[in-house]
């Protein structure tokens, strides 16, 4: 072979896109300031560069000799392997679902970003055909701001969201470095030196990959803080997933089996089965954490006068349900110096049996509001009676103030079954689905209406406030602003300012109810579906769901029943026990909701002995990138494509900042126990997630009457 013939601009281009990959790699390591990281996403990025190249390559040499305009088209084709998988991924979301062409712009967005690539390629062309610096120059600065501007827009827009959207334009940003390479330095290599390259990459990139991230620590600080490497590392992890179960065997994935779905982190671990199917190196030691079925002594306790007095009292009377959408349980706890800002709030609470010991669920309203209107683990099941189905054949008339982001998320079939009188409220004014006003008002409003068309019958009322939820859409009155003091940075003032919007409609409304002499006949229960981040911890996002941090799950609950002296409870509870505690205070008998997977706090609430109550429990929670299992003190985290696991004390480090993992390795292995415990739940917020919830909240064919509802006998 002739020395011309072995060098061309192909080889160049295989190289150039290697080193321009391998350089955004190592910034990245630079960045997180890991050597350990950076032996693993050089090599990487380096091959995921060849990769890149050779598609390009093989569409130069397709486009060779062709006219300029059919040459930049198939130019361009490459791109839509990045954008059509990504722009089937945008309009996925329960908001993105509402915007106006959602149904099509996933075909349309393709086509429009392929001709605008097209278009630059013909551009970039014909700028540097004249191969001097100045054009060279134009052309590599305008690829060196498409690169910021990508970077810019994952940080500020896409932020938490669109993962598939994060790995697209990660792809982008390598091409487009080692476009900026190529024009830099227009030449020719070897094609025995790119061959050399070549070879170096593939073997340190299948070592990193085979090997790669085996410390969780460089896996920890990935997840947590990376950019571009944390999406290509996930991107790589589904490619090479076998078994499709969420976790793979390479780059630290930890599946210890990747042709068997059942086995992989995470997964439960069926204790006593002689089988590791979480792949943590032992079968699971049995434990328990099953509340038997009523003692002799619990019965005993229920037939007491004072108990018995309490029970025929509370089975007459309605219920008043107030939930909070995304409201921290440390924002009113009772050690926070600033709660006095909201004085309707703190009296509620002060008042009421409250348990200081809460968590949701999952940090999602759809995981959230399901349980509590179930009484299940998994709430995306096939229900044949919900709570208020359930309340309303005792004879309550049931009414609901929702706003209709509630509705989209947790889906209107499963929200309505049982409510006589469902009235939305709207959030968005200007612009649709975009929080722009204080809600608080006509939320109250609606549940006055409700209470006021029951005329003095038992009733269930619900009233969802949202404007905490809304904090980072709705320009918040200066009025609000400037009543609460602003402790913190400015996005937890103005998540205060609209909580005292709420606080001042909670105490609205409980004179109202004291005004139409309901205060002595209605309990009051009083909630949050989930936490919320406020920019204190980047391992949160931008505001809640996919992850199980305690300030994303620990929240508030508490039962004001007239004549039950308030105090502080705690009980680890969860929204799951609302329901069988509802029926037990309305004197239901156990087969109106059964079955349920919840705890009657009923003992908690009358101060019953510790025996009769649920002082030491698991509650287990489920998100889609985590779960976890919380047994007072300790929350285990679970996250399952990263291997990763982690263990905090949270009387002694509610911020989460000290991982006892390591250290603790009886308990973790304790607490992964007891996530087989509980049903796995499929936390699917997709298009075709949401679909699939809707047919599974559809109520049985035939519907008769709950065995025992009539309120005859208490549980």
Not at 127 to 139: E, H, M, P, Y
Not at 256 to 276: Q, V
Not at 581 to 597: D, F, I, N, R, W
């Amino acid at each position: 072979m002739s020395q011309s013939s072995s060098r061309g601009p192909w080889a160049w281009t295989v190289v150039a896109h290697m080193l321009g990959a391998g350089a955004i790699g190592a910034l990245e390591a630079a960045r997180l300031g890991s050597a350990s990281l950076a032996l693993v996403l050089v090599p990487v990025f380096a091959l995921t560069g060849m990769i890149a190249a050779a598609a390009i390559g093989g569409a130069e040499r397709v486009a060779r000799g062709r006219v300029w305009w059919i040459a930049a088209l198939v130019l361009a084709v490459p791109s839509l392997i990045i954008t059509v998988p990504v722009a089937r991924t945008l309009f996925a979301g329960a908001y993105a679902q509402t915007l106006p062409l959602a149904g099509i712009l996933p075909f349309v967005i393709p086509l429009v970003v392929g001709l605008g690539v097209a278009g630059a390629v013909a551009l970039g062309r014909r700028i540097v055909r004249t191969g001097d610096l100045t054009s060279r120059a134009i052309v590599i600065l305008a690829c060196a701001g498409a690169i910021g501007a990508l970077v810019w827009i994952e940080r500020h827009v896409l932020r938490a969201g669109y993962p598939d959207a994060h790995a697209g334009a990660t792809f982008a940003v390598i091409v487009l470095a080692g476009m900026a390479l190529r024009v830099a330095r227009r030449t020719t290599v070897s094609a025995y030196v790119a061959a050399v390259v070549a070879a170096i990459v593939l073997g340190t990139a299948t070592a990193a990959i085979v090997d790669g991230l085996r410390r969780p620590q460089d896996r920890r600080l990935l997840a947590t803080s990376g950019d571009q490497g944390r999406d290509l590392v996930r991107v790589w992890r589904s490619l090479l997933d076998l078994d499709r179960d969420g976790s793979s065997r390479i780059l630290g994935g930890g599946d210890c089996d990747d042709r068997d779905p059942a086995r992989h982190p995470g997964a439960a671990d069926g204790p006593g089965d002689g089988i590791d199917q979480d792949c943590d190196g032992h079968d699971a030691v049995l434990t328990s954490s099953v509340k038997a079925a009523p003692t002799q002594v619990e019965t005993s306790w229920r037939e007491t006068a004072e108990v018995r007095a309490v029970l025929d009292r509370t089975r007459e009377m309605s219920i008043v349900l107030i939930t909070i959408d995304a409201l921290r349980a440390d924002i009113l706890a009772p050690t926070t110096a600033d709660r006095t800002d909201f004085p309707n709030l703190t009296r509620l609470l002060d008042e009421s049996v409250w348990f200081t010991r809460a968590f949701a669920p999952g940090s999602g309203t759809d995981m959230a509001l399901g349980t509590f209107l179930t009484g299940r683990h998994d709430p995306f099941q096939k229900i044949d009676t919900t709570l208020p189905e359930a309340l309303r054949a005792l004879g309550l008339r049931t009414s609901t103030a929702l706003p209709v982001e509630v509705n989209r998320y947790v889906g209107e079939t499963l929200l309505k079954r049982g409510i006589d009188r469902a009235r939305a409220v709207h959030t968005d004014w200007g612009n649709q689905d975009i929080g722009d006003h204080v809600s608080a008002p006509a939320t109250t409003l609606e549940g006055l209406r409700a209470l006021d068309e029951a005329q003095g019958a038992r009733s269930f009322v619900w009233v969802h406030y949202f404007d905490v939820h809304e904090h980072h859409q709705i320009d918040v009155p200066k009025s609000l602003l400037e009543a609460v003091q602003p402790t913190g940075s400015k996005k937890r003032h103005t998540y205060r300012a609209l909580l005292l919007a709420i606080d001042r409609e909670i105490g609205r409304l409980r004179a109202e109810l004291a005004t139409r002499g309901l205060a002595d006949k209605t309990m009051i229960v009083f909630a949050s579906d989930h936490g919320e981040s406020l920019g204190d911890d980047p391992r949160l996002g931008d505001t809640h769901g996919k992850v199980t941090y305690s300030p994303l799950v620990r929240i508030p609950i508490a039962f004001h029943i007239p004549g039950v002296a308030g105090g502080q409870r705690t009980d680890a509870v969860s929204l799951v026990d609302l329901a069988p505690t509802l029926l037990s205070l309305l004197g239901a008998a156990p087969q109106a909701m059964s079955p349920l997977e919840g705890i009657d706090l009923v003992p908690s609430l009358l101060d019953a002995p510790a025996s009769l109550r649920p002082m030491s429990r698991a509650l287990v929670i489920h998100e889609e990138l985590q779960w976890s299992v919380v047994e007072w003190p300790y929350q285990l985290i679970v996250r399952p494509a990263d291997d990763l696991v982690e263990l905090y004390d949270l009387e002694r480090d509610p911020q989460q900042s000290s991982d006892l993992s390591a250290t603790h390795a009886d308990v973790v292995s304790r607490l992964q126990a007891r996530y087989a415990e509980v049903p796995q739940v499929r936390v699917d917020r997709t298009t075709e997630g949401r679909k699939w919830r809707e047919r599974q909240a559809q109520p049985p064919p035939t519907r008769a009457p709950p065995s025992g509802s009539a309120a005859t006998s208490t549980p």
